[in-house]
């Protein structure tokens, strides 16, 4: 059975680096077995967001004032290539204590 994954990539413009962290997102979490779906935005579009879908993480390149209850992980370390495998052991954490 294949576990769903929603995330939400964050950045400035809410287009090209959230972009390439949602793309990358989805390749590194589908290769662990996930369906990912992806949805990038800048973070003033955050509560909106969050009010219409369910996310299980955010996932952000740029300063988050409030992420409205739902995970978030800066995703510096999937931008720089440093800190990849620690954004990932800590979204792996975040999903496993949600049950997916």
């Not at 939400?8 to 390749?27: F, P, Q, R, W, Y």
């Not at 589908?30 to 219409?52: I, Q």
Request: proline share 3%; net charge negative.
């Amino acid at each position: 059975m294949e576990k769903r994954l929603n995330i939400l990539s964050i950045c400035g413009s809410g287009v090209v680096t959230s972009s390439m962290v949602a793309n990358k997102l989805i390749d590194i979490f589908s290769d662990l077995g996930y369906e990912v779906k992806a949805t990038e935005a800048n973070p003033s579009e955050v509560e909106n967001y969050v009010m219409r879908d369910h996310y299980d993480l955010i996932a952000y390149a740029s300063p988050l004032v409030d992420s409205f209850g739902v995970p978030a992980l800066s995703a510096m370390g999937l931008v720089t290539g440093m800190g990849e495998e620690e954004f990932i052991e800590a979204a792996l954490k975040i999903f496993k204590e949600h049950g997916k």
